[in-house]
């Protein structure tokens, strides 16, 4: 890509697989009933951002999770249910990043919690040899940490601000349009990975 020195990567779909309807299944068989009702994004209680950007800690979210769900379900149950939608690394992806690294700065930006962040770390460690996924990037950010999230437009300054980046080299990768936008308010350069593409499918 021409004139591009940084690019800044999402996460949950773009380089980890996610498998929703294993989620489902999950909380269903724990006895959830109108899991979309409960979980699908836009119907979602706001603590689940709340998570997201650090302003509950994990027992808190758990019991609020326990509470939507109406149900004297377990920490370990809600844990094991609430994980199941992170998938894999495909190799073919992580090789990509391997060779980006030549040539780009790269950077990670995902909207994600503590419990998710222990747990794809040990998923990608179990695969790659007990190699560390954070360390495909110059930085990782993880919204929980940041204590803001995707699509807000300062979550973008903050990252550009801290690794000194010019927005106009530096190109946003994602897999939600509202994601890009916020992106592209922040003078960044926006990749919108749609249904039925990979980041394998941009020229990068």
Request: a negative charge; aromatic letters at 14%; hydrophobic letters at 50%.
């Given at each position: 890509m021409q004139n591009t020195e940084n690019l800044i990567f999402d996460l949950g779909g773009l380089i980890l697989t996610l498998d929703m309807p294993r989620a489902e299944r999950h909380f269903t068989d724990l006895g959830v009933k109108d899991y979309n009702?409960?979980?699908r994004s836009g119907n979602v209680s706001s603590f689940f951002k709340e998570y997201e950007v650090g302003g509950i800690t994990d027992a808190?979210?758990?019991?609020a999770l326990r509470n939507l769900s109406g149900l004297p379900l377990t920490d370990k149950q809600?844990?094991?249910a609430w994980n199941a939608m992170l998938g894999h690394f495909p190799e073919e992806r992580i090789m990509l990043l391997n060779r980006l690294k030549n040539q780009y700065r790269l950077f990670l930006f995902s909207n994600t919690n503590a419990l998710h962040l222990i747990?794809?770390?040990?998923?990608?460690a179990d695969a790659f040899n007990g190699k560390v996924f954070d360390d495909h990037f110059e930085k990782a950010y993880y919204s929980h940490l940041l204590q803001m999230r995707k699509p807000d437009r300062e979550s973008y300054e903050r990252?550009?601000?801290e690794n000194k980046l010019d927005p106009s080299k530096t190109v946003f990768i994602d897999d939600s349009v509202l994601?890009?936008?916020g992106a592209e308010a922040a003078g960044l350069k926006g990749i919108h990975i749609r249904?039925?593409?990979?980041?394998l499918d941009i020229d990068l």
């Open positions: 009702a409960l979980f808190e979210f758990l019991e809600l844990i094991s747990t794809f770390r040990k998923i990608y990252i550009i601000s994601n890009i936008e249904p039925g593409m990979s980041v």
